[in-house]
Antibody, heavy 122, light 107 residues
Framework: QVQLVESGGGVVQPGRSLRLSCAAS????????MHWVRQAPGKGLEWVAL????????YYADSVKGRFTISRDNSENTLYLQINSLRAEDTAFYYC???????????????WGQGTLVTVSS | DVQMTQSPSTLSASVGDRVTITCRAS??????LAWYQQKPGKAPKLLIY???RLQSDVPPRFSGSGSGTEFTLTISSLQPEDFATYYC?????????FGQGTKLQIK
């Protein structure tokens, strides 16, 4: 069955960096675009970034562009999110989600991980 | 960016009720709309895609309709496990946006 398991969250001081990981299993990882979506505690969902199935294109929300970098290692079935210059407003649960398209992107998030919490605090 | 507005923000209903949640887009998104259900402490779950197509394993009491700028999610007969928060999401362009959510609570 499809599984997505995030890791790498924690408490981080403002201005520091963090790298989140998402280990994928149960499907052909290299055939699907992947997304990061975040949710501040008690708030709604915010799409963060998308990377194509082959890693050739990336898209970012304006709120994170220039500070966040999405990447993937298809040989390791792992998705990453590098977060630099962390701010208090980056405090959120970060979910990785699979795009339902195969070798193409639909924008539909058909499987989600359980999330990892990033808390930015001094 | 396309803004998505859901109404109501909170909805109180009873088991067996028929409920409808509305989602409006700030510009036309054709039928590029999805609905998700999220329970406390859990990840969202895809219910509906392309405005009206039911995701596999989602009970048929859930249905979606609409196109352009106005969309609805209907639950025909509420079950206890349906009390959750529901989000719409547009994917007309790569800069995906969600509605603010509708919390469906027990009356």
């Amino acid at each position: 069955q499809v599984q997505l398991v995030e890791s790498g969250g924690g408490v981080v001081q403002p201005g520091r960096s963090l790298r989140l990981s998402c280990a994928a299993s149960g499907f052909t990882f290299s055939s699907h675009g992947m997304h990061w979506v975040r949710q501040a505690p008690g708030k709604g969902l915010e799409w963060v970034a998308l990377i194509w199935y082959d890693g050739n294109k990336e898209y970012y929300a304006d709120s994170v562009k220039g500070r966040f970098t999405i990447s993937r290692d298809n040989s390791e079935n792992t998705l990453y999110l590098q977060i630099n210059s962390l701010r208090a407003e980056d405090t959120a649960f970060y979910y990785c989600a699979r795009d339902s398209g195969i070798t193409g992107t639909t924008g539909e998030f058909d499987y989600w991980g359980q999330g990892t919490l990033v808390t930015v605090s001094s | 960016d396309v803004q998505m507005t859901q109404s109501p923000s909170t909805l109180s209903a009873s088991v067996g009720d028929r409920v409808t949640i509305t989602c409006r887009a700030s510009q036309s998104i054709s039928f590029w709309l999805a609905w998700y259900q999220q329970k406390p402490g859990k990840a969202p779950k895809l219910l509906i895609y392309k405005a009206s197509r039911l995701q596999s394993d989602v009970p048929p009491r859930f249905s979606g309709s609409g196109s352009g700028t106005e969309f609805t999610l209907t639950i025909s007969s509420l079950q206890p496990e349906d009390f959750a928060t529901y989000y719409c999401q547009q994917y007309n362009s790569y800069w995906y946006t969600f509605g603010q959510g509708t919390k469906l609570q027990i009356k």
